[in-house]
């Protein structure tokens, strides 16, 4: 009887809870380099900081408007979660073989998409198609700063650990 190929291969079990902590904590990682290039970017536009996560933040919760001075704290909590979240599905790519660079724009896209439901839900946000063009280049600049960052650590950690398909490991880190 012949062996499934790729039954050789060992792998470690790794369980769900495990690969959302560590999607989390990629995301907070991701998010920390998507601050720092915003920094970077207002630094020499002039853009003023986003207080965007912070209102969201403040519909989700039902808690009255606040003006953005008062409203730190919950830009920076708002901030982080929009960037854990999401991130523990590409953790989940990662661990299912879904790795790289097209992974990593496709990823993007989530993210944007995650942003975009929760800030045009509660009514905070627009549309980004009636952004000003050179503000939705920033944006996909910065989200896909934070999609690679998330994608290169969890695509480090889950290298494609489950066999997938033909019983091979998918990941370019094997």
């Given at each position: 009887?012949?062996?499934?190929p790729g039954a050789h291969r060992s792998y470690s079990f790794t369980t769900l809870g495990t ?107 627009a549309p980004p198609w009636t952004w000003p063009v050179y503000e939705q280049w920033i944006d ?32 370019y880190f094997d």
């Amino acid at each position: 009887m012949a062996d499934k190929p790729g039954a050789h291969r060992s792998y470690s079990f790794t369980t769900l809870g495990t690969t959302m902590l560590y999607g989390a904590a990629a995301g907070v990682v991701g998010v920390t380099v998507l601050t720092v290039t915003n920094k970077i970017e207002q630094f020499f536009s002039g853009r003023p900081d986003s207080y965007v996560p912070a209102h969201t933040l403040e519909r989700l919760l039902g808690l009255p408007d606040r003006p953005d001075s008062e409203r730190w704290a919950f830009n920076q909590i708002e901030h982080y979660v929009q960037g854990a979240v999401p991130a523990m599905f590409r953790a989940l790519m990662s661990l299912y073989g879904i790795t790289g660079p097209l992974a990593n724009f496709s990823f993007s896209l989530l993210r944007q998409g995650f942003d975009q439901v929760l800030e045009n839900w509660t009514g905070v946000g627009a549309p980004p198609w009636t952004w000003p063009v050179y503000e939705q280049w920033i944006d996909l600049f910065h989200k896909t700063c934070y999609a690679f960052t998330v994608g290169y650590l969890t695509d480090m950690w889950f290298p494609g650990v489950w066999p997938v398909g033909d019983g091979n490991r998918r990941g370019y880190f094997d």
